[in-house]
């Protein structure tokens, strides 16, 4: 894997970052007292629907927001990582996985969106820069599927580096693709933890889940609760390539949502609720926010 310039590094906590270091980064905004929230609006069905600013309710601790602006995200730069399971458990569905990843790149390349490749059964290997969608088969050719499961520990670790606020100052638009069934048998970090990791880090994660043979309700349970609890969604197919044009859909449809706070806040990671009056739709959006 190293002749694809892949760096193998161990899943443990490297780079930790704990949550008083995460609350410490800003959420990038126009204006010095603005935050910034990257929500996934859908139908019931999945698909993107549109949304009015009139529609929204926001809270930040319990009090009412200012809503600034709200505006769809598709045009925004976009730096992701699209993060594989190669563990025994997938080795079933090696070839339709590794094609859902090469369609993945080739559907979100553009002069704006950067994206890095990432693998990891118990060990992880991450792509040392972005990469072009023509080299992902070429670097998808190497990898040996086998091992155990740390997908917690994938999370974190991407979500930290990589993708973390520190590192993409000004660029608050990044999103995990997860390509995995969600079962966890090797991970350092718990899954709750790593949920409130992305949610510090403001990183958005579209789930899609494979059919895995050990796959079950818990790996199932993971994934949909962290795109829902992130911004993302989950997408199901039967195949996993089935998967991907739904998942490149909910990418494009993201919405950026501009807040002005109640009143000024000291780096730290508040409550955020969002309600709409709109009938018949899902939105998913992040629990909690960095609030300047």
Not at 114 to 133: E, I
Request: charged share 20%; with cysteine; net charge neutral.
């Amino acid at each position: 894997m190293t002749r694809y310039d892949l760096l193998l590094l161990s899943c443990t906590l490297l780079g930790w970052v704990s949550p008083m270091r995460a609350m410490q980064d800003v959420q990038n905004a126009s204006s010095g007292n603005q935050v910034r929230v990257f929500l996934n609006v859908s139908a019931k069905d999945g698909s993107p629907v549109a949304i009015e600013k009139s529609q929204l309710n926001v809270f930040i601790d319990k009090q009412p927001a200012q809503v600034i602006g709200l505006q769809p995200a598709k045009d925004e730069p976009l730096t992701f990582a699209v993060v594989v399971d190669i563990s025994k458990s997938d080795a079933g569905g090696a070839d339709a996985l590794k094609r859902a990843v090469v369609q993945v790149f080739q559907s979100l390349s553009s002069s704006q969106h950067k994206g890095y490749l990432v693998v990891f059964n118990d060990l992880l290997a991450v792509s040392r820069a972005p990469v072009q969608a023509q080299d992902v088969q070429k670097m998808l050719d190497g990898v040996k599927f086998g091992g155990g499961t740390a997908v917690y520990d994938a999370v974190e670790r991407i979500c930290t580096q990589e993708l973390s606020r520190t590192k993409n100052p000004t660029l608050p638009r990044r999103a995990i693709i997860l390509i995995s069934d969600g079962e966890d048998n090797a991970s350092h970090i718990t899954r709750k933890k790593a949920e409130e990791i992305a949610e510090e880090q403001g990183v958005s994660v579209f789930s899609l889940q494979t059919r895995s043979s050990l796959a079950g309700p818990g790996g199932e349970q993971f994934l949909k609760d962290l795109s829902h609890n992130s911004g993302g969604q989950y997408i199901n197919g039967k195949d996993v390539t089935e998967a991907v044009l739904p998942a490149v859909a909910a990418i494009d449809g993201q919405w950026a949502l501009s807040l002005t706070p109640p009143q000024n806040r000291d780096h730290g990671l508040h409550s955020l609720t969002i309600k709409t009056s709109q009938k018949n739709i899902r939105l998913s959006a992040p629990p909690h926010i960095v609030v300047q």
